[in-house]
């Protein structure tokens, strides 16, 4: 069911909400957050709330429905379900100059449980990506560049691309983090690799320290994952997926670490 903010609370969405003149749908001027659903609440609430609110204020926007009012639509949702909330621009004047007037647009939602991948495969992809890009840094609208990587995989024979820095270090997944363990330390790309940290990204680094595994981050090439024991992705709407094959190369999915992670991370929150 989609829903529209309208003054003091929710509606049903209806045709004309989104404006053909909407920003985000003409420049993909807009931020969004997925969230998983349990227990009649969203998983990791504050942390989600944290980067939604972060991705707005580095586009200049600020949602018109306080968090609480997107926390009370998890009442009620089956456990697994999954949110979307969305934040637009809203319509403006042609061209990509500011204008004044605050005609931001916000949209929420939900989809029923789903069953998630247990692995996936991975394709290197030839896109690449800058730090400095707000578009891979924050969750916007500008997804070109993820949906292109996306298609390059499909069309290579894997689930889902992994791009790299235009250095040519690891960043991430077109949808998701990406880590891989070597022993028990479990390395992943820093900040400074044109990643998004996403919530569940933080979630697993917290578990990996409290159960004693060394984590390391920084810039990585991506001839290191050939060695990796594991490699993996993580992010709200699946949690943690081994990565079953990178390239065409077969990678093995049963190491005890990153299993241990996997259970640990899909009750917390």
């Not at 003054?7 to 920003?23: L, N, Q, S, V």
């Not at 993909?28 to 204020?57: C, K, P």
């Not at 609208?141 to 995989?153: H, I, T, V």
């Not at 983090?177 to 569940?200: E, H, K, L, Q, Y």
Request: proline share 7%; charged share 20%.
């Amino acid at each position: 069911m989609m829903r529209s903010w309208d003054g003091p609370g929710w509606r049903e969405f209806e045709a004309g909400d989104i404006a053909p003149d909407d920003r985000g749908f003409l420049l993909g001027d807009g931020v969004f957050e997925t969230m998983r659903v349990a227990g009649g609440q969203i998983r990791y609430s504050a942390a989600h709330r944290a980067r939604f609110e972060a991705a707005g204020a580095a586009l200049d926007l600020v949602s018109p429905a306080p968090w609480p009012a997107v926390e009370a639509e998890a009442a009620g949702l089956p456990d697994g379900a999954t949110l979307r909330l969305t934040l637009t621009r809203g319509p403006g004047p042609r061209g990509v100059s500011p204008f004044p007037d605050n005609h931001a647009r916000l949209f929420l939602a939900d989809f029923p449980p789903a069953t998630g991948p247990t692995s996936v495969t991975l394709q290197i992809s030839a896109i690449r990506r800058s730090p400095a890009s707000l578009a891979c840094r924050h969750k916007t609208l500008s997804y070109a560049d993820n949906a292109a990587a996306r298609r390059e995989a499909v069309a290579a024979g894997a689930d889902m691309a992994l791009l790299l820095t235009a250095e040519g270090h690891v960043s991430g997944a077109d949808c998701a983090n990406v880590f891989w363990m070597s022993g028990d330390t479990v390395f992943t790309p820093s900040a400074d690799c044109a990643i998004r940290p996403g919530v569940m990204r933080e979630a697993v680094l917290k578990e990996a320290a409290r159960s004693g595994l060394e984590v390391r981050e920084g810039r990585f090439e991506a001839g290191v994952l050939a060695r990796a024991g594991a490699i993996f992705v993580t992010n709200a709407a699946t949690g943690l997926v081994p990565v079953q094959a990178l390239d065409g190369r077969a990678v093995k999915t049963g190491h005890p670490a990153m299993l241990a992670l996997r259970e640990a991370v899909s009750t917390a929150g």
